[in-house]
C-alpha cells in the first residue's frame, strides 16, 4: 500500500477564485510550513486566510 501526499495545488487550481489570492495563499501555507491533508482542511485554510489576511 503506497502512502500518496494530498496534492493541494490541484484542487487549488481547480477553486473559482482570483490568481493573486491563490498566489497569496501558496505563499502563506509555504511560509508557515502548513501541512495540507484532505480537501476540507485546504478551504478550512483558505477561509482563514481570506479572513484574516486578504480582508474579505
Do not use: C, R, W
Not at 490568481?19 to 501541512?35: D, E, P, T
Request: net charge positive.
Amino acid at each position: 500500500m503506497t502512502n500518496k501526499e494530498y496534492d493541494y495545488l490541484d484542487d487549488l487550481n481547480t477553486l473559482e477564485i482570483p490568481n493573486m489570492l491563490k498566489v497569496g495563499f501558496v505563499h502563506y501555507i509555504q511560509s508557515n510550513n502548513i501541512k495540507i491533508k484532505s480537501k476540507s482542511e485546504l478551504m478550512k485554510n483558505l477561509d482563514k486566510f481570506k479572513k484574516n489576511n486578504a480582508g474579505v
